[in-house]
């Protein structure tokens, strides 16, 4: 989505690749007003947010049950990753 107005990510593009970091409460305020205001807009990027997050409270369910074993924990962020990157080249298109 393509907006004039400069408190809101031109596109989903933008979005995708700040998710990680808004979604780790690691973004800068700006950045997480940003997002926040194109996850309001925008239904594809939402649905990209929950489904981010929901791999992310199953993630920490599965450690704090079991023993942690930093491979599952790598393996799990890399398709995390994996899954933003795929985001972008929808949006891409």
Known sequence: MKSDD???PDDCHTVA???LAY???EATEADSARVAAHLDMCA???LE???VLALKVATAQHVENSE???RAVTRL???AHALA???HEVTDR
């Open 49 to 51: 947010a929950e489904t």
């Open 17 to 19: 690749e700040m998710l």
């Open 44 to 46: 594809r990027c939402g």
């Open 77 to 79: 962020r890399q398709f």
């Open 68 to 70: 942690r074993d930093p």
């Open 6 to 8: 400069p408190m809101l």
């Open 23 to 25: 979604l780790d409460d």
């Open 85 to 87: 990157a795929r985001a």
